[in-house]
């Protein structure tokens, strides 16, 4: 008996994924556990394995199709490499002349236009038309998809209703653009065009507001630099940072829970954890892994965590539910030598700090110019949910933290 291959479970939030590339073939041997489909999710990349040895049937989703979980993808006929299934054979196998049945055909008669929904069908992917119903939107209205041969993906309708309702309105297909013989059009990533259409989603549901501050360094250089060789001595790891920024915001976090809260609908959502995402670049882009109960980390755990993950991004084997669950973000623009910079939430959480390059400026203390190590830090937060009051002591404490990491030992 043949064995259905569905999309899997794709993690948290996750129900659609697009059909990436065909590692294998209809009619193909296949190995137990060897990957035959690759899906590009919001988030990442995931291979589908075959479940047992045999040999693959038709494929029912092409490379570029939307397909939700627990869609069919292909089917698998058990057993050793050996003769093809029927159904694979006849996939695999080039159109053989068939004689034309010999019973008449009835007359032909003009055939009627299609109806709206016939075109939408035909326009839009499963996902996508689910959705367009459910808001009794046409394909006229959302325009020209981002899928495969233009078809809309419901990526395109989630962005069409992100819109203010004056865009949807005006909303229209644009006639097709005149490239210049010197340009060079490349379809967006999935992964691309979800970060896009979420920091508009962003941008449009929460209040985002920003505030500034800037963080004398010179108390925790001086700490890495007594403390590094006995550090990575017993660690294995670096004292970098990351960790004592962690470490400064987490204990922020506990002073100010608001802005390690999150809206649902017309409740805020409050939390006793802390799962502390983190920004990093990958091949494909950024993407930000949650160190979950962060909270309950001391320095060489997060730093260790934080080490793992930028090896799994550089090598595109973070898995799904790495970047799931996060309530709040740190990215660090300076390691690209961002100066200062505005960060975007990562919905649906509050708060995201941004850190920036860290130079050597004078500042007044006690009275005397002194050249100093300083960093710009921006806390963008929703305003919806946190106060500008909030915001700002929140800040201040995470300068007060770093500049003086003793508090961070006696909890202060």
Known sequence: MSVEIKVPTLGESVTTATVAKWLKKAGDAVAADEPIVELETDKVSVEVSAPQAGVLGAEVAKEGDEVEVGALLTTLEPGAAGAKPAAAAAAAAPAEKKEAPKAAAPAATPSAPKDAAAIDAAAALPAARKLMTENNLSADQVGKGSGLNGRITKGDVQTFLSQPPVAQQQAA????????????????????????????????????????????????????????????????????????????????????????????????????????????????????????????????????????????????????????????????????????????????????????????????????????????IALSYDHRIVDGKEAVSFLVRIKQNVEDPRRLLIDV
């Open 173 to 376: 297909p644009k006639p097709p653009r005149n490239d210049d013989p010197r340009e060079e059009r490349v379809k967006m990533t999935r992964l691309r065009r979800t970060i896009a259409r979420r920091l508009k989603d962003a941008q449009n549901t929460a209040a985002i507001l920003t505030t500034f501050n800037e963080v004398d360094l010179s108390a925790a250089m001086e700490l890495r630099a007594e403390y590094q060789d006995f550090f990575v001595k017993k660690h294995g790891v670096k004292l970098g940072y990351m960790s004592i920024f962690s470490r400064a915001v987490i204990a922020a976090l506990k002073e100010f829970p608001a802005i390690n809260a999150e809206i649902d609908g017309e409740d805020v959502i409050y939390r006793d954890f802390v799962n502390l995402g983190i920004a990093v670049g990958g091949p494909n882009g950024l993407v930000v892994p949650v160190i979950r109960d962060a909270d309950k980390l001391g320095f060489a755990q997060i730093e260790k965590t934080i080490a793992g993950f930028g090896k799994a991004a550089r090598e595109g084997t973070l898995k799904i539910d790495d970047l799931s669950g996060g309530t709040f973000s740190i990215t660090n623009g300076g390691i690209y030598g961002s100066l200062l910079s505005t960060p975007i939430l990562n919905a649906p959480q509050s708060g995201i700090l941004g850190m920036h390059s860290i130079q050597e400026r004078p500042v007044a203390v006690k009275g005397q110019v002194v050249i100093r190590p300083m960093m710009y």
